[in-house]
């Protein structure tokens, strides 16, 4: 035992393995050295064990020692590990924090904030373009089915102006809000003036939502557009009863939640934070580094599910009365496949490596909706839609 831990260890210093795949492996083996021993069948073996025991004595307290010494190694490197990993997320979480909110101790000096609203009719719009720097985007369409206005509603931070005219006169100055041969054009480059805006729009169906912010959050409420794109340095995408042929969405830190949707092809990643999907989907994809990803569709026509996180757990929820194939797997954690009338056609069951695949035939002559579900640390779990 003693010699497959040197084993080991050499292979973490080597960087064959990481720490965490070290870590695991030596509490396997300690699992299965610490379980009740066995007891000898042939009667010559308690023989030799008693004509050998005084020999091997003196040698049992050292090996004791250095198995001691190991496990106390062992204990303050998980210890030291689990401590870096929550302090260096607590550095982040408050690193992005403050980000947000200019929660800095550098001189800024002091902020001023006010609100300005503009309103523009449009005759032709097909096409929106946003464009923002530092602040919270709300984007929803008009209550009013026959308004064929735009209205912005800003409230804005600004920093290092002495009065809010000042402040107000820079931000009319640098800020960019026309509408350009049918493309609706709202751009903010300044860093250090947090501008949050709500966009009311016209209720149509548009041909593209093209959103970039660097610092911030978007909320989308109630639009259809044929392409929507949506990325975020830091800030969370939240949407609800969008409409949509192809969408892509991505942050940096943040969680994605989408809720009430209808599309044909969906991304969503983030680095870090949650993904949540429901809606009527035909192609999604998923993805978190560190976050659960839950993906719900009950469009009955979906091709396509694909959800992947590394640190999380895995929910997909589909319809019942499709054909299914795929495939779920996970290298620490917990496979769950409660759909009772599939065919497992592969269980793989192996050291930090379980996968199943599977497959469902109706009567129903089409393609059957691909699912791949995949986890590192995290569970798998993959169930029937509830009626």
Do not use: W
């Amino acid at each position: 035992m003693q010699n497959e831990r040197k084993r080991i260890l050499s292979m973490l210093e080597n960087g064959t393995i990481t720490i965490e795949e070290a870590l695991t492996l030596l509490e396997a083996m300690e699992k299965t050295t610490s379980g009740p021993s066995k007891q000898p069948e042939n009667p010559s073996e308690t023989t030799y064990q008693k004509a050998t025991e005084d020999e091997y004595v003196e040698s049992e307290p050292k090996s004791t020692k250095r198995d001691d010494s190991m496990d106390d190694f062992l204990s303050d490197l998980r210890k030291d590990v689990s401590h870096a990993g929550e302090r260096f997320m607590q550095f982040m979480q408050t690193a992005v924090q403050r980000v947000k909110t200019f929660d800095f101790d550098s001189p800024f000096g002091s902020s001023i904030t006010f609100t300005h609203s503009i309103t523009k009719p449009v005759d032709q719009l097909d096409e929106i373009i946003v464009d923002i720097d530092n602040g919270k985007l709300t984007i929803q369409a008009n209550e009013d089915p026959e308004s064929s206005e735009v209205a912005a509603d800003f409230t804005v931070k600004a920093f290092n102006q002495k009065t809010e005219e000042e402040a107000k006169e820079e931000f009319l100055k640098k800020l960019v809000f026309m509408n350009d041969e049918g493309k609706l054009r709202l751009v903010s480059d300044l860093k250090l003036i947090q501008v949050n805006v709500v966009l009311t729009v016209p209720q149509k169906e548009y041909e593209k939502l093209s959103i970039r912010l660097l610092n911030g959050e978007t909320v989308l409420h109630s639009l259809s557009a044929g392409k929507l794109y949506c990325k975020t340095a830091n800030g969370k995408i939240e949407g609800a009863h969008l409409k949509f042929h192809e969408a892509e969405l991505e942050t940096g830190n943040g969680k994605i939640q989408l809720k009430e949707i209808q599309g044909e092809e969906l991304s969503a990643e983030t680095m870090n934070g949650r993904v949540y999907i429901s809606g009527s989907v035909k192609d999604v994809e998923a993805k978190s580094l560190n976050g659960h990803v839950v993906v719900t569709t009950t469009d009955s026509e979906a091709r396509k599910v694909e959800a992947r996180t590394v640190s999380g757990s895995v929910e997909i929820y589909v319809p019942s009365d499709i054909p299914l194939s795929g495939e779920i797997s996970t290298n620490m954690g917990r496979l769950d496949l409660q759909l009772d009338d599939v065919n497992r056609t592969r269980v793989e069951e192996q050291f930090l490596q379980r996968s199943i695949g599977f497959h469902k035939h109706t009567e129903e002559e089409r393609t059957p909706l691909f699912i791949n579900g995949e986890a590192k640390t995290g569970s798998v779990i993959v169930c029937y839609n509830v009626k």
